[in-house]
């Protein structure tokens, strides 16, 4: 396995970009002159750092007697790097089946030499690249790192793309590797949606977890409940300041994503080989659905809590004329959750995740359960009846029913439930995974449990948080923790110690969060992604006894931020001052 501190003085052969004066002879290839291009060692410098990269002396130039060949099972991937060589390379290739021998050939193909379910080998030489993998997963995987490797050289006068030579053997290692946006808080049209899904992609990460439902907004059309997108994906202000804030900006902010643009991104996620997890979150933070359908919450008479009286004016005048429930303007957790004594509450979410589950094809569903208050519970006679009925313990336990409830539900249709870390308290769930976010206490518990673990703790991977200490020239984010670094996500081990060797398989791996409190534009999350995103990208593939150096890992981001640039991305220049 390459180590990039000790390149220079370990490969005697030379595979690094300094150009030699090469002669041929009249017969040779036209590609043989690019036999002994030698390279220097930034041309190597990939992330997510691969399992084993060994440089090889020559380079393979991208011109317009290049060809890509691949399978009609491979035609997604083939096209894909046709799309980046082009745009890339200013050339108009086009995959082919059948090539004639004499090309200047790309070949993706399908091999059971690769064993490891997204793992790929990748050969560069002068005259021919062969990209191998046992699915078309790897394949994706293989181009991702293939396109990282292209770079600009001038030869003889004139600008040329190549490809260095290389032998790359990979494989990740977790399997699951992911980003959650919140589109809750601040909705995010489709393009941004699809954007963050390449930044995806291009991490060579593979869930995208999207946080549909808030206090604050409803943001998916669910048919048989009209309400929640004509009503919950509104509201008519926003608090001013971090919370408590002092006032609101009376600007009414709202969207949601119809069935039909679900699909669009869904199919959109499947080319790249995402997979998105919806959630829905229950039975706290439910404001929006609340303020749509009343019924829902345990005192539909009571009018909506508004924290520290921030109230947009027409929020004020629709509950003077009677109104008794609306979509929150303000942030942190609130008291008016969902009833969990009515019956009619269950069978209203049970409508809502079939319409979900029959949009996202994903074996998961995300039921959310975090930071449900219970007070509302504590005096509500449907939910004290609930308890006594079902002789539990307490709301605690009521909890854990309403979750169990709603994960046989999901599980009859064949899929699984996540849900945040509080789904342990009362009692866990049999089939669930639990997504540990409160630090590594909750992961260490289920993992012992025997449940699968997600392991996305808020420190470090929360992204909404700051990234350097020194935030008074820094866009206001939500405050009191943090912050998480970048070096902070890069050095972070996500497998607690306290796991035994078996406990630790039940890790499933790894996730960051971005939550949209304060972040309203798609300008300001680019900004806080990354280059966090980078480094978390690392940790969930790169082998863990690979030997793991900031400062070098800094060094070949500096290659990987031509990725942010040439997308035109707000990315955070801390780290590159």
């Not at 992330?47 to 393979?60: H, L, S, V, Y």
């Not at 899904?197 to 869930?207: F, P, R, V, Y």
């Not at 089939?431 to 260490?444: D, E, P």
Request: net charge negative; glycine share 6%.
């Amino acid at each position: 396995m390459i180590n990039f501190n000790k390149i220079t003085t370990a490969t005697r052969y030379g595979a690094f970009i300094l150009i030699s004066i090469l002669l041929y002879s009249c017969n040779s290839n036209e590609y043989d002159a690019y036999k002994s291009l030698k390279l220097e060692e930034d041309a190597y410098a990939i992330i997510p750092a691969p399992q084993q990269i060994t440089p090889q002396q020559g380079a393979f130039i991208l011109d317009e007697n290049t060809v890509i060949e691949a399978a009609a099972s491979a035609t997604n991937e083939a096209n894909y790097l046709a799309e980046i060589i082009n745009n890339t390379a200013a050339l108009s290739i086009t995959p082919a089946k059948d090539v004639e021998n004499n090309k200047h050939r790309i070949v993706l193909a399908l091999s059971e030499e690769v064993s490891e379910e997204e793992g790929y080998i990748l050969v560069v030489n002068y005259d021919t690249i062969s990209l191998k993998a046992k699915t078309t997963k790897g394949l994706f995987y293989g181009v991702e790192t293939l396109c990282q490797l292209i770079l600009e050289k001038e030869i003889d006068g004139n600008k040329h793309q190549l490809i260095p030579a290389v032998k790359i053997t990979d494989a990740p290692r977790f399997a699951y590797r992911g980003m959650m946006l919140d589109t809750g808080r601040y909705f995010y049209d489709v393009a941004f949606v699809k954007q963050f899904i390449d930044l995806i992609a291009l991490h060579k990460m593979n869930t995208f977890h999207w946080h549909l439902t808030e206090d604050q907004g409803w943001r998916i059309e669910i048919k048989k409940y009209p309400k929640l997108t004509e009503v919950g994906a509104w509201r008519n202000g926003t608090e001013i300041g971090r919370t408590p804030g002092e006032e609101s900006d009376n600007i009414k902010h709202g969207g949601f994503y119809t069935q039909e643009q679900i699909r669009e991104v869904v199919h959109y996620a499947t080319q790249r080989h995402i997979t998105i997890i919806p959630e829905i979150d229950m039975p706290g933070h439910n404001g929006a659905a609340i303020a749509s359908y009343p019924f829902l919450s345990c005192f539909p008479e009571e009018k909506t809590k508004m924290n520290d009286n921030i109230i947009s004016d027409k929020t004020k005048e629709k509950m003077d004329a009677g109104v008794h429930k609306v979509v929150q303007e303000s942030w942190g957790i609130k008291s008016d959750v969902l009833c969990a004594g009515k019956e009619s509450t269950y069978t209203f979410y049970e409508n809502v995740l079939s319409e979900v589950m029959e949009l996202f094809p994903s074996a998961y569903i995300h039921i959310g359960g975090d930071e449900c208050l219970k007070d509302n519970w504590k005096r509500c006679s449907d939910c004290q009846q609930k308890i006594k009925q079902l002789e539990l313990e307490d709301e605690e336990g009521l909890q854990s029913h309403f979750i169990h409830h709603m994960e046989a539900f999901v599980n009859k249709k064949g899929k699984k439930i996540i849900g945040w870390d509080e789904i342990l308290e009362g009692g866990l769930a049999p089939n669930a995974t639990v997504m540990s976010w409160r630090g590594v206490t909750g992961g260490i518990e289920a993992a012992k449990l025997g449940q699968d673990v997600i392991m996305t703790p808020r420190e470090p991977y929360y992204f909404d948080y700051y990234q350097v200490n020194d935030t008074i020239n820094e866009p206001l984010t939500i405050g009191g923790r943090g912050p998480n670094t970048v070096k902070d996500v890069y050095t972070f081990e996500p497998i607690p110690a306290e796991l035994s060797e078996e406990e630790q398989k039940n890790i499933l791996g790894i996730q960051a969060n971005l939550w949209t409190e304060y972040i309203s534009t798609p300008d300001y999350a680019e900004y806080m992604l990354l280059p966090r995103m980078t480094a978390l990208a690392e940790v969930a593939w790169s082998p863990k006894d690979q030997e793991k150096n900031y400062e070098e890992f800094l060094t070949r981001l500096t290659k990987f931020k031509k990725n942010y640039e040439s997308r035109e991305l707000n990315y955070a220049k801390h780290v590159f001052n």
